[in-house]
């Protein structure tokens, strides 16, 4: 996917140099004090540039401000994103704002993604959405914890799942490793017993890790789309665990058909 869209950041730039367009000048004076133009492509040009408009917009010193697209249906389904725009300012490419459809929400957490970028053009930070509610950031582009709805990772790893009557299932993904997802704190924290250890074990030992056992004394219910996890807190983050909406970073592991989340961290929405 990230190949995708980079892909679709070239294209936007350089499209109305490159392809034929059709050009309209739509407003002579818009919130920016200056003209908007929209450019218009057919249906084979659409299918090289993955979008179907191009909103161009400056200011009162016709500099650009922004520059949005509107993304085509075929390219939706594939990726999820439905409008892109770059903002500037003086004529500095700033970042994106990426809007996504309502599948990728259900799948992804967010509908929104601002990336802010370098004077190379390069991506050095990351926001994450809901609509206007601000989930989750990053500061490092290389982050590794991928943003999934809890309950589509419990489905890919269970929608095979068969038990096992001479012993335990212990279920691990080379796809879904680090991940964070958006849940609500249950608000009792719970010893954690021996098949938990158990559990904590395992998914040490698959991740090249020496046990992180002494990390966790205690787990806590996490709740999403009616169903509920058990998420292991570390120790340190005990006392933060209070029953607040928030965006999980663990590692998931299935034992015996139900998922189980080793906590990393957390981030409290809404603060």
């Known amino acids: 996917m990230k190949r995708l869209f ?23 004076k818009n919130s920016f004090g200056g003209r908007t133009i929209l450019r218009t492509y057919d249906q084979d040009e659409q299918a090289l540039l993955n979008y179907s408009r191009l909103f161009e917009h400056y200011d009162s010193d016709d500099r650009i401000v922004q520059i949005v697209a509107i993304v085509t249906e075929d390219f939706t389904e594939m990726t999820g994103l439905q409008v892109q725009v770059q903002h500037y300012r003086d004529t500095i490419l700033l970042g994106y704002e990426k809007l996504f459809a309502d599948w990728f929400f259900d799948k ?89 250890f158990m559990i904590i074990r395992y998914l040490s030992n698959y991740l090249g890790f020496e046990s992180l056992e002494g990390y966790y004394t205690r787990k806590v219910k996490v709740h999403s789309n009616n169903r509920s996890y058990w998420f292991y807190v570390q120790t340190s983050l005990e006392p933060f665990v209070l029953g607040q909406l928030a965006t999980i970073r663990y590692y998931p592991i299935g034992f015996n058909g139900e998922l189980h989340l080793m906590g990393i961290g957390f981030y409290d929405i809404g603060d």
């Open 6 to 28: 980079y892909l679709f950041f070239i294209l936007l730039f350089f499209s109305h140099i490159i392809y034929p367009e059709q050009v309209s000048l739509i407003d002579d």
């Open 108 to 196: 992804h957490d967010y509908n929104r993604l601002i990336e802010e970028v370098d004077l190379a053009g390069i991506i050095i930070s990351r926001m994450y959405f809901h609509n206007e509610l601000l989930l989750d950031f990053s500061r490092d582009p290389n982050d590794a914890y991928e943003f999934y709805n809890v309950v589509y990772i419990d489905d890919a790893f269970h929608s095979n799942y068969l038990p096992n009557e001479s012993g335990n299932v212990v279920s691990m993904s080379a796809r879904y490793v680090r991940i964070r997802s958006v849940i609500q704190f249950g608000n009792e924290l719970i010893d954690m017993d021996e098949n938990d």
